[in-house]
């Protein structure tokens, strides 16, 4: 059955995307720098202790915490807290070296921003006659000394 030759055409398009894709996994496979899981679980072990010395920083500090690791189709916010009548989104970074604020660029600012209007939309109620705040915790330095620094008020939607 024949049904035009836009079908021969849809085919090929999907026999191309395989090829591709079959390509990449060639490449990555040649590829001389490899991530092992090890050092996947090691930064995600790193990321779960930032993000808990600054909740910690920030409770103590008098906010109040709403949610952890709010996610959407988007992205993710870190902590979502709340302190007096403002509704704060907060981002965690953690880096041995520094440059933790510097790797919050502008694409990672509408991740938390469309992920904060969503978080918006399904709390409404709780979201009422609150302003709201995005800020950017970062740490720095190894974990025995690190260096935390809370930025208030980082960007705006």
């Not at 090829?19 to 040649?30: D, I």
């Not at 995005?134 to 980082?154: C, N, R, V």
Request: a positive charge.
């Amino acid at each position: 059955m024949y049904h035009g030759p836009w079908q021969s055409a849809q085919k090929y398009r999907i026999w191309w995307r395989k090829l591709v894709s079959y390509g990449q996994l060639f490449f990555n496979c040649l590829s001389k720098t490899k991530t092992t899981k090890r050092q996947i679980a090691k930064h995600l072990s790193d990321g779960q202790w930032a993000e808990q010395q600054a909740e910690r920083y920030l409770l103590s500090q008098g906010l109040i915490l709403l949610a952890r690791n709010f996610s959407c189709t988007g992205g993710e916010i870190d902590r979502i807290m709340r302190q007096q009548q403002t509704l704060v989104f907060v981002e965690v970074r953690y880096r041995q070296s520094g440059g933790a604020l510097a790797s919050i660029n502008r694409a990672k600012q509408q991740k938390i921003l469309k992920c904060s209007a969503h978080y918006l939309r399904c709390h409404k109620q709780a979201a009422i006659n609150l302003a709201c705040r995005f800020d950017i915790i970062t740490i720095e330095g190894l974990k025995k000394q690190p260096t935390l620094h809370w930025i208030k008020d980082a960007f705006r939607a």
